[in-house]
């Protein structure tokens, strides 16, 4: 079993940056990778982000070069800087782990991220 608890999220205006947290706990050991996801309203859930546990990093056309995705592997936490944020990047934003074995997923609670014009 692994648990995953997110926290950074806020109201912040357009131009503005939060770092979101993903504390991870539990059997991390079979995880091979972490990924940021968000649900905007009224929208899809969509993939963000993702760092493979060898240090492998993607992202979504619509956050390159604006989100960073990082690890503190002593932490056992992965972070989402956000930065030159956007109204349309309000969401709630979740954080997910897949097993590298059974592939099965695990996810946090979610954070809420308000982008305000």
Not at 13 to 38: E, F, K, P, T, Y
Not at 47 to 55: D, H, K, M, R, W
């Amino acid at each position: 079993q692994v648990q995953l608890v997110e926290s950074g999220g806020g109201l912040v205006q357009a131009g503005g940056s939060l770092r979101l947290s993903c504390a991870l706990s539990g059997i991390i050991g079979s995880i091979s990778q972490i990924n940021w996801h968000r649900q905007g309203p009224g929208k899809q859930r969509e993939l963000v982000a993702t760092i493979t546990t060898g240090g492998s990093t993607g992202y979504a056309d619509s956050v390159k070069g604006r989100f960073t995705i990082s690890r503190d592997n002593a932490k056992n936490t992965v972070y989402l800087q956000m930065s030159n944020l956007k109204p349309e990047d309000t969401a709630v934003y979740y954080c997910r782990a897949q097993a590298r074995v059974t592939l099965r997923e695990y996810w946090g609670q979610g954070t809420q991220v308000t982008v305000s014009s």
